[in-house]
């Protein structure tokens, strides 16, 4: 009787197709298209874990633009919704983490600058530097870092990691920024907000000896410094959280490979998708998108 109802319960491949209203080949031919995607899916998901090896938190946008030679070379056709889509169904996006370390003191008697930024575009590197300093979690504590970004292009070129807020800390990644800048035509612009590190005697002196503009932010919004903030997060969020430290002297070794990933290899959208330290070192002009915080618009300004 099982025997029976078993051979029963059997329905033949020709006859499910029959009831379906396919042929055997299209069949097939679904079946093997949903296994050469599975193998697909696979080897884009290994390139992915690949490139997070190096950029542990790098989004999907990013993600995306470096995929894109890899998938030509192995013609598979993905989109950037199926990569979004193929990076959630792994548990791969991304979550942003909110900012809770004050480390900007504004309240002192030093000299305050206005600023001169409020509608310029940067159109050339080494045009406008904006600089701030963002707190970084280890296992022994709280470091500090201190940052220079060039605007046009958002290299980094200066920082310092430090156990205090000192103002000589930051002097420090400013005279590492001054040691690769080539003095060029046309002025260049250091933008900060008004932390007493910025005020200070030996900071102001050392941007004036070299005949550089001093700009301030003016009513404590960090719109007023947003590429400087958008750069301290991106190394945060997408590369230094991601690492256990236990000192300082490992923190900084780990802050080199950081920076020269960020700089080499790591695409922005604001500047077409290019890599910063390509986009300054040979001045290139792209279609830079623009977004102008103190009107709330975004510019598309083709250089």
Not at 89 to 118: D, E, I
Not at 147 to 166: H, M, Q, W
Not at 210 to 231: C, F, Q, W, Y
């Amino acid at each position: 009787m099982t025997a029976l109802k078993e051979r029963h319960s059997r329905i033949s491949l020709g006859r499910l197709c029959l009831l379906f209203g396919i042929t055997r080949q299209a069949y097939y031919q679904h079946y093997w298209q949903l296994q050469e995607r599975s193998f697909e899916q696979e080897l884009v998901l290994e390139q992915v874990l690949t490139i997070r090896r190096s950029h542990p938190r790098m989004g999907g946008r990013k993600l995306y633009e470096l995929l894109e030679p890899f998938v030509l070379e192995h013609q598979i056709k993905l989109g950037r919704d199926a990569v979004f889509d193929l990076l959630s169904a792994g548990g791969l996006l991304v979550r942003r983490r909110k900012r809770s370390v004050r480390t900007t003191n504004s309240s002192h008697w030093l000299r305050k600058y206005p600023n001169l930024v409020r509608e310029l575009i940067p159109s050339r590197s080494n045009q406008l530097w904006v600089s701030d300093i963002t707190y970084w979690k280890i296992e022994s504590g709280h470091l500090y870092l201190s940052l220079i970004t060039d605007a046009y292009s958002r290299k980094i070129v200066g920082y310092r990691l430090a156990a205090s807020l000192e103002a000589s800390e930051s002097v420090l990644a400013l005279q590492m920024a001054l040691a690769s800048w080539p003095p060029a035509p046309g002025k260049l612009i250091h933008h900060s907000d008004r932390g007493v590190q910025y005020c200070s005697s030996a900071y102001v002196e050392l941007l004036q000896e070299h005949g550089i503009a001093i700009s301030m932010t003016e009513k404590g919004d960090p719109l007023e410094n947003a590429v400087a903030e958008r750069v301290n997060g991106i190394l945060k969020q997408e590369y230094l959280e991601c690492y256990q430290v236990e000192s300082l002297d490992q923190a900084k070794e780990l802050l080199d490979q950081v920076v020269e990933l960020y700089n080499q290899q790591r695409p922005h959208m604001s500047i077409g998708n290019r890599m910063p330290a390509q986009l300054h070192e040979h001045n290139q002009q792209t279609e830079k998108v623009w977004k102008n915080y103190y009107t709330k618009k975004r510019t598309i300004v083709k250089q």
